[in-house]
């Protein structure tokens, strides 16, 4: 019973991460990807591990969808401007 | 086992299950309202994970994720502010009820800990986390018009 | 070499991995167990050294030479990107259009800007207390400079935010933690070794002899990193434009 929390935070890092997989369009999959980051620091807080989850919410809430989503607006802007070429 | 890893793992199992079911499917309003409720939902979570092992110390972990949840939140509503123009999400009656939800779990914390130190550390982080909540719900819902190349 | 012989080579490789993966977890300790060896040691090791947070204990103090490996890795990965990112000779920057942003999303970004930047100062300060540290608090106050780009925009972000500062910044941290490691080596016995500093009372801010001041090197060294490496992602999403483009 005591370990019913590991088992909620494991069962929802292996669904998050397979979303996260099965995800094809880069924008969505940075959303699902900030979620799989909140999961993981939970997961690590059940394993009493609250340093690691420290770094993962620091690095995964905000900093990892700003690069991902500026690559991705950048790489619209190209493919925007090439068709305007055309 | 207590009471408040109880309520935690109740809260994750279903606030968060709910949220990965919000973001996985369906239009991209849907998924980022989701994604912001999913970082409101989990950061009370926390709090009582750190109250149900009786470390204080863990209660650090909310007050980072309720800073920067809704930093996440304005990172996609800023990015993507074009498409969420075309279809603007309308999810006030979630966003409050989780903003409940978050004032409830504070206000059991406080009563817990009496007055004290820690006791303005949790009031500071539930204002943070409702502040931010709502506010990332107004930044999707139109809170950037004309970004274009900005 | 054929499709077939790479499948097969592949298949074999696979099988060899799982099996020397599956022998290596049937011969690991129990999930929970009472015997922690390294943990007693750590623990032990981590409190005669005054340092409440034996996770910092061990990452600045015991495992302190790892660490200044991780933090070259990470000065180098951003120094590649900054290569890779910067303004090839083909392309100009465009001034970024202001962007309209909804009253209160302006004033929570401006209110929460500085509260975000005391949090991750606070994350670094009490690394050698409770759960954080350099790496933390650093990627924390970080992130809440660019609070500056979401609630307003580009130019005000830059207006802030002088790169030169935050290079000289970043390479100084690092030399810092280096030198710190070479002033346990000529005061004491070894490099990076905790015998400079009084210890001092166990579970105050000063406690932990040089792991506060190693965590505020790499806390400074984290921050600036991550400021210069946004800046290249944003000048590139924001500014710089391909010649002959719109």
Not at chain 2, 62 to 90: I, Q
Not at chain 3, 110 to 120: I, N, Q
Not at chain 3, 176 to 200: I, M
């Amino acid at each position: 019973m005591a370990d019913a929390v590991i088992v909620v935070a494991l069962l929802l890092v292996a669904a998050t991460a397979t979303v996260a997989v099965a995800t094809r369009d880069p924008a969505r999959q940075a959303l699902v990807l900030s979620v799989l980051g909140v999961v993981l620091a939970v997961l690590f807080t059940v394993f009493q591990a609250p340093d690691v989850g420290l770094s993962q919410l620091a690095v995964g809430s905000a900093l990892t969808p700003l690069l991902l989503m500026l690559t991705v607006r950048k790489v619209r802007r190209r493919g925007r401007d090439e068709e305007h070429e055309r | 086992m207590n009471g408040w890893t109880l309520a935690a793992t109740v809260g994750l199992a279903g606030g968060l299950g709910t949220a990965l079911w919000g973001v996985a499917t369906g239009p991209l309003r849907r998924r980022v309202v989701a994604q912001n409720l999913a970082t409101a939902l989990a950061c009370p979570a926390m709090l009582l994970l750190a109250q149900g092992y009786g470390r204080p110390a863990y209660v650090d972990l909310g007050l980072v994720l309720a800073l920067l949840g809704p930093v996440g939140t304005l990172v996609f509503a800023r990015l993507l502010a074009d498409e969420l123009a075309e279809d603007p999400p309308r999810a006030w009656v979630a966003t409050w009820a989780v903003a409940a939800l978050g004032a409830v779990t504070v206000i059991a914390l406080c009563v817990a800990t009496g007055p004290s130190r820690a006791m303005a550390k949790l009031l500071v982080i539930g204002a943070l986390l409702i502040g931010g909540n709502v506010i990332a719900s107004r930044a999707l819902a139109g809170g950037f018009r004309r970004v274009g190349r900005g | 070499m054929s499709r077939r012989v790479r499948l097969w080579l592949v298949l074999a490789a696979g099988t060899g991995l799982a099996v020397l993966l599956v022998a290596a977890c049937l011969d690991l300790p129990n999930f929970g167990g009472d015997r922690h060896p390294y943990g007693d040691r750590a623990v032990r090791a981590s409190i005669a050294r005054h340092t409440a947070n034996v996770i910092s204990s061990v990452n600045f103090d015991q495992r302190a030479f790892d660490t200044l490996g991780e933090m070259t890795i990470l000065f180098g990965a951003v120094l590649g990107c900054v290569m890779l990112l910067r303004q090839t000779r083909d392309e100009h920057r465009a001034r970024p259009r202001p962007a309209e942003v909804a009253p209160p999303v302006r004033r929570y970004a401006l209110l929460v800007l500085p509260v975000a930047l005391v949090t991750g100062i606070y994350v670094v300060a009490h690394g050698q207390l409770s759960p954080g540290g350099g790496f933390q608090g650093g990627v924390v106050a970080a992130t809440a400079l660019h609070l500056l780009y979401l609630g307003a925009d580009y130019g005000a972000l830059e207006r802030i935010r002088p790169l030169g500062v935050y290079e000289v910044g970043d390479a100084l941290a690092a030399s810092a933690y280096v030198v710190l490691g070479l002033a346990g080596l000529l005061g004491s016995t070894a490099f990076l070794a905790n015998s400079l500093l009084p210890y001092g009372t166990f579970n105050t801010l000063s406690s932990g002899g040089t792991v506060p001041l190693l965590n505020a090197a790499i806390g400074m060294e984290v921050a600036c990193a991550v400021v210069l490496l946004l800046a290249r992602f944003l000048d590139q999403a924001v500014e710089i434009e391909k010649e002959n483009g719109e």
